[in-house]
């Protein structure tokens, strides 16, 4: 069964950083798009960043433009969102999700870590 599993979330403080894990199992992450999303509660799911593994390009969200990074480990066949200068607004469960090139949607998802910002 194809699976993401994501990992990494936590508490932190105000100013400090997380480095989330997204790692696939059962299918490679080569020519797949691979989203970082997030949701707080009472709120949408909202992209956070995304790679597109075929060229490497990426792309962010103005709120964690200059903050996050998003990368690719193809050994591991794992991404990760590493996330430095977290704020409180941070604050939501993280998933990741795989769209294959040529699909208009998100094909799988990962089960979401939760990542706190808090003093």
């Known amino acids: 069964q194809v699976q993401l599993v994501e990992s990494g979330g936590g508490l932190v403080q105000p100013g400090g950083s997380l480095r989330l894990s997204c790692a696939a199992s059962r299918f490679s992450l080569d020519y797949y798009v691979i989203g970082w999303f997030r949701q707080a509660p009472g709120k949408e799911r909202e992209g956070v960043s995304c790679i597109d593994t075929s060229d490497g390009s990426t792309s962010y969200a103005d709120s964690v433009k200059g903050r996050f990074i998003i990368s690719r480990d193809n050994a591991k066949n794992t991404v990760y969102l590493q996330m430095n200068s977290l704020k409180a607004e941070d604050t939501a469960i993280y998933y990741c999700?795989?769209?294959?090139?040529?699909?208009?949607?998100?094909?799988?998802w990962g089960q979401g870590t939760q990542v706190t910002v808090s003093s």
């Open positions: 999700a795989a769209q294959s090139l040529g699909s208009s949607r998100y094909d799988y």
